[in-house]
């Protein structure tokens, strides 16, 4: 791909056609409806409250450029969490730009010009390839903030004070080298750190947000379930593909990759080539979650047992994840740590693999943190916040985060699991193979928590009846 965004094998245009394409067309498109959108004044909201944060510096934020995944094709673009956070822009190579008086500007591409030929040669930003964008006033309508062209940034970036900026780092390059570093990179390590904190209570907003993503993942399930015989195999990727369709339909795509593991695959945490089968008397782990249209996303698993029941060593080992889950689950509530759900939840899974046998010592000594045995089957703590991101808030602090407490209208994942590698020698052979992760989405309320993904049900019992009605009801198209 060449810079002004041709490529080698494109055509030498005449000059009469480059005239001819340049002449002829309508002076003004106007976009239907365009209006304020209703997030945007909870977008204004966090602009004001991070440049309170930071008085008298200029703050810097970019959406982020299109990532190539092959040669002169690009991956879908998603915009950086923390841009979208502030100013609810999804498209690449805007930046937004907070100035010492606390004045929001975003700098973005205006619409192709028609006085040369890049409307219809730049594979990149041509409109006739790409299509249609906001002018700068449509966009600034839309958003609720102040617009100005990209090519300008520059400039305003070049007299910016290296003492009294900070940027987002790490999201456009371009930006990133106009921005002189300054010592350590501490300052802008700071913004990122106030950026991932002021994440962490979601507002009504967002948590509404929040709900569609959920209600669109639950529905995705019900569809893969509808599609899941009962007495042959299938391939992974016929699942993942069928939940990718309501993703997309629903919403703007899947949160994060798949995994959905069939048998021994559901024991590797994140199995993502999703090239295996299914197969009658297994267990089938789908961890999947819906990015809504405002780029929130659910994140929920559930062990569905392909026969429609679960024999009773597996339905053993689902029970002791999911008193597991209730566990850590009862325990939320304003004020708790993140350390009491995790230990609420270990606590349950050590009991078990103590019941089971495969535990080598007493569950207290397992539990002890200069032993944590435990961990050899479980793996990974109690969950994590949710929101933009998958993993949510991770520039955060540990003092508030994984070691700090719970607050209201946090959300965060509770989903312990148990892992029997197919080569573990130390556990029996009949265990070997089999992974039962449960992960729910849960809202921290004022009176403790609210489980946002109990759509889908959790019990072994529930389980197997919800599989048997999906599966009587049949496929169905989104829409």
């Not at 889950?325 to 050590?350: N, S, W, Y």
């Not at 703590?381 to 003092?399: I, T, Y």
């Not at 508030?400 to 197919?422: D, H, K, W």
């Not at 389980?463 to 999906?470: D, I, S």
Request: overall charge negative.
């Amino acid at each position: 791909m060449n810079d002004d965004g041709t490529q080698g094998h494109d055509p030498e245009f005449p000059d009469r056609y480059v005239e001819f394409m340049r002449t002829g067309w309508a002076t003004e498109t106007p976009l239907p409806g365009l209006a304020q959108r209703p997030e945007a004044g909870h977008h204004g909201k966090r602009r004001a409250a991070l440049a309170a944060a930071f008085p008298g510096e200029t703050l810097v934020v970019p959406s982020g450029g299109e990532r190539t995944r092959a040669n002169d094709t690009a991956f879908r673009f998603r915009p950086g969490s923390d841009h979208v956070w502030l100013t609810g822009d999804h498209d690449p190579d805007s930046v937004l730009v907070i100035q010492p008086d606390g004045e929001a500007v975003l700098y973005a591409r205006p619409r192709s010009s028609r006085d040369d030929d890049s409307f219809f040669r730049d594979r990149v930003h041509g409109e006739l390839w790409v299509g249609r964008r906001h002018t700068l006033a449509e966009k600034g309508t839309e958003l609720g903030i102040a617009t100005r062209d990209l090519a300008t940034l520059p400039d305003l970036l070049d007299g910016c004070a290296p003492g009294r900026t900070r940027l987002l780092r790490g999201l456009d390059a371009t930006v990133d080298a106009a921005v002189r570093a300054v010592g350590d990179g501490g300052r802008d390590g700071e913004l990122a750190i106030a950026l991932s904190e002021a994440r962490l209570v979601k507002d009504e907003w967002e948590i509404a947000a929040l709900r569609a993503a959920v209600d669109a993942t639950v529905l995705g399930f019900e569809d893969v379930a509808r599609v899941l015989p009962a007495d042959r195999s299938v391939p992974e990727r016929l699942l993942e593909g069928v939940f990718s369709l309501r993703a997309r339909h629903d919403g703007n795509d899947s949160g994060y990759s798949p995994i959905v593991g069939a048998g021994p695959h559901a024991t590797i945490l994140h199995w993502t080539a999703n090239d295996g089968r299914t197969a009658p008397g297994e267990l089938l782990l789908m961890d999947m979650g819906v990015e809504g249209r405002h780029l929130y996303t659910a994140d929920v698993t559930r062990v569905l047992p392909v026969s429609g029941t679960f024999t009773p060593l597996q339905r053993q080992v689902y029970e002791i994840v999911y008193r597991s889950q209730e566990a850590g689950i009862a325990t939320i509530r304003p004020g708790v740590k993140f350390d009491d759900v995790h230990q609420a939840c270990m606590r349950v899974l050590a009991e078990g693999l103590h019941d089971l046998g495969v535990l080598p010592v007493s569950v207290e000594e397992a539990m002890d943190k200069e032993s944590i045995l435990y961990r050899r089957w479980s793996l990974h703590g109690f969950g994590h916040m949710l929101g933009l991101d998958v993993h949510d808030c991770a520039a955060a602090r540990k003092e508030n985060y994984r070691e700090g407490s719970l607050a209201e209208n946090y959300v965060i994942t509770v989903e312990p699991g148990l892992y029997f590698q197919a080569d573990d020698d130390l556990v029996p052979a009949e265990l070997r193979g089999i992974g039962v992760r449960i992960e729910d989405d849960v809202l921290v309320t004022a009176a403790g928590a609210e489980n946002l993904s109990a759509g889908l049900p959790r019990t072994a019992d529930d389980v197997e009846a919800w599989l048997g009605t999906q599966r009587e009801a049949g496929f169905r198209l989104p829409g």
